[in-house]
């Protein structure tokens, strides 16, 4: 630009000497038109005028296209560096949004993370929750249990036969009377085609002589079952893995009766197969040795207690090994039954059970004791009044084998 102006700062100099050598001339012609007029020199100066003018039009047009040029190049120059500022600014933005959602992408994952730790945090809480729960009613079973046992002691103690050391059934608070529920037989549960069980309610009346169920309490009711106590041979709690389809707030009122519905002098032995009579010594030791029971090797994963010793049968990982009785259902730790002290199993073929659901715990531990106390008293007196009845545990009859 400023060799630019130079340039027009020097034509138009030039043009003004330009303009003065015509005014010479001209009053040079005029001086020479008063005088002697020499039209060969104004032809001349005329050309030289015109020479002079295409000349100075010739400069002005390259002037103006090298600052044309100039123009072009300084505006590409500015607008490579304008190009240049924004391409570097977005390169920056790039950078700072990469950052930005690197930032986001590690907040997520943490926040994923924490939520999968808390996940696992209340997992193990639910998981010790219910195990302290089973826990404390596993606590609350033995503690009933012990209650009941020190119960029966005491009334042994203050109340018991001189000749057999056995309380007598006349020692009890009986008749004992109460609104029971009655679970209904798998026949029955199987004909209706319903998932629900439903419970049939009935009265319940424990003499010294009968249990009878009625349908309804008045005096003239028509009775659903009656059960004479000598049939009575076995009461005790529910297990979850008794009753599976009962709702886990109603095993601590439920409890289980087995006796036998004939008593005509039918033994166990009269049902046996001909595969038990021909077994080999072996299976007649072990028959001797588990006390008449079919045990099956099982693993409880619900609350269970053994009905020998009391102690925990199931885990819900790894639960231990452990027996259940085919035909009474009795459950014990597997190494009981090594030992041969465990009760006899007294289930045939025609023995029968019921499961009932009293109105409260209470009520249904009170059914409990005055069941098992009338069971044991009157299963004594039995056997006293004939010892041929009594069962063996350990038989001879493999020795001549």
Same mark, same amino acid.
């Given at each position: 630009?400023?060799l630019k102006?130079?340039?027009m700062?020097?034509?138009c ?17 005029k001086?020479y038109e ?7 020199y ?5 050309a030289?005028?015109?020479t002079e003018?295409?000349h ?6 390259k002037?103006?296209?090298l600052?044309?040029i100039?123009?072009?190049e300084?505006? *590409?120059?500015?607008?490579g560096?304008?190009?240049n500022v924004?391409? *570097? ?13 690197e ?15 808390m996940a696992?945090q209340?997992?193990?809480?639910t ?6 729960r089973?826990?404390v009613?596993e606590l609350?079973d ?5 209650e ?8 042994r103690?203050?109340?018991?036969d001189?000749h ?7 020692d009890?608070p ?8 009655l679970?209904?037989? *798998?026949?029955?549960v ?8 439903q419970?049939?309610?009935?009265f ?9 169920l ?8 028509v ?19 008794d009753v599976?389809?009962?709702d ?11 006796y036998?519905d004939?008593?005509s002098?039918?033994?166990?032995s009269r049902h046996a ?6 077994s ?12 008449r029971h ?9 609350t269970t ?9 199931s885990?819900m ?6 027996y259940e009785c085919?035909?009474?259902h ?5 190494e009981?039954?090594k030992t041969g002290?465990?009760p006899?199993?007294?289930?045939t ?9 009293a109105?409260?715990?209470s009520?249904?531990?009170?059914w409990?004791?005055?069941l098992?106390?009338l ?5 004594a007196?039995?056997?006293s ?16 084998s």
């Amino acid at each position: 630009m400023e060799l630019k102006e130079q340039q027009m700062v020097n034509m138009c100099e030039r043009e003004r000497d330009l303009e003065t050598q015509i005014q010479e001339l001209g009053r040079k012609i005029k001086e020479y038109e008063g005088g002697t007029s020499d039209a060969a020199y104004i032809n001349k100066l005329e050309a030289a005028l015109k020479t002079e003018k295409l000349h100075k039009q010739s400069l002005i047009q390259k002037v103006e296209e090298l600052a044309a040029i100039r123009l072009k190049e300084s505006n *590409k120059k500015s607008k490579g560096a304008k190009d240049n500022v924004i391409g *570097k600014r977005e390169r920056e933005i790039m950078r700072e949004n990469d950052i930005l959602k690197e930032q986001i992408k590690n907040l997520y994952n943490e926040k994923e993370k924490l939520i999968s730790d808390m996940a696992h945090q209340i997992r193990e809480v639910t998981n010790q929750a219910d195990y302290y729960r089973n826990e404390v009613r596993e606590l609350n079973d033995v503690i009933n249990d012990l209650e009941r046992s020190g119960k029966n002691i005491e009334h042994r103690r203050h109340g018991t036969d001189p000749h057999n050391g056995i309380g007598s059934p006349f020692d009890l608070p009986l008749p004992h009377e109460g609104w029971l529920a009655l679970k209904p037989d *798998k026949a029955r549960v199987k004909t209706k085609k319903t998932k629900d069980m439903q419970w049939i309610n009935v009265f319940g009346l424990l003499t010294s002589h009968a249990f009878t169920l009625f349908n309804d309490d008045k005096q003239n009711a028509v009775p659903h079952v009656i059960i004479d106590v000598i049939k009575l041979f076995h009461v005790r709690k529910v297990t979850e893995a008794d009753v599976r389809s009962a709702d886990p707030n109603m095993l601590p009122k439920i409890f289980h009766l087995l006796y036998d519905d004939d008593l005509s002098g039918t033994s166990g032995s009269r049902h046996a197969s001909s595969t038990d009579l021909s077994s080999d010594s072996h299976s007649m030791h072990r028959d001797e040795q588990w006390n008449r029971h079919e045990f099956q090797d099982l693993t409880f994963h619900m609350t269970t207690h053994c009905d020998h010793c009391h102690k925990k049968l199931s885990d819900m990982i790894r639960p231990p090994p452990a027996y259940e009785c085919k035909k009474c259902h009795f459950k014990i730790h597997k190494e009981h039954a090594k030992t041969g002290d465990i009760p006899v199993c007294r289930i045939t073929a025609v023995s029968k059970e019921l499961f009932l659901m009293a109105s409260s715990e209470s009520e249904c531990m009170q059914w409990i004791s005055l069941l098992s106390r009338l069971i044991e008293s009157r299963s004594a007196s039995a056997v006293s009044r004939n010892p041929s009845r009594r069962i063996p545990i350990h038989s001879h009859s493999h020795s001549s084998s």
